[in-house]
């Protein structure tokens, strides 16, 4: 989940660690498997279409939703090529990385990867890890910029996770 209430942000990196310790040391016929995925690059190829729909599926009011997708599609570009300036450009996808609403939206965005994993875990098709009995399973954490999901090391999780990745790369 991109947020969860009650918890500091230093927990996912210590539940991560002792997931990783877990996976090590684990023995048996069950394999499991982690897969990290940096998403550094892709605050420049978000696009804005989905982003809006996500915020107005998730009930965000009609005025907000046009301020923000004015935020993100309003600014122009200048070249200057040999102190020369070119005709200006927009932009048509992706955030800015260095704005102060971009890292919120970042992670509303990456809600939707969230939502498409928990709906192949809901279809059973995705199992997540659990590292003792009593535990629940955990199968994908999130930070700033990085996943990591969790899962079992077999073709119908690969097959599940990738599906995820492919429907949020569209």
């Not at 570009?77 to 300036?85: D, E, K, R």
């Amino acid at each position: 989940m991109a947020f969860v209430p009650g918890r500091t942000i230093n927990e996912n990196s210590i539940l991560s660690h002792e997931i990783m310790h877990y996976i090590h040391r684990k023995q048996g016929r069950k394999r499991v498997m982690a897969i990290k995925i940096d998403l550094t690059k892709a605050y420049d190829r978000m696009e804005w279409k989905p982003l809006i729909q996500l915020l107005e599926k998730l009930g965000m009011c009609e005025v907000m939703t046009r301020w923000i997708n004015q935020c993100i599609s309003s600014p122009s570009f200048l070249i200057l090529f040999n102190g020369a300036p070119f005709d200006y450009f927009q932009q048509t996808r992706g955030i800015r990385s260095g704005d102060p609403l971009s890292p919120y939206l970042f992670i509303i965005y990456a809600e939707i990867l969230s939502r498409l994993i928990f709906f192949e875990e809901e279809k059973g098709n995705l199992k997540g890890i659990k590292i003792c009995r009593n535990a629940p399973p955990i199968s994908h954490l999130f930070y700033a910029d990085d996943i990591t999901i969790f899962c079992r090391a077999d073709e119908r999780d690969a097959q599940a996770v990738q599906r995820c990745l492919s429907k949020f790369e569209n």
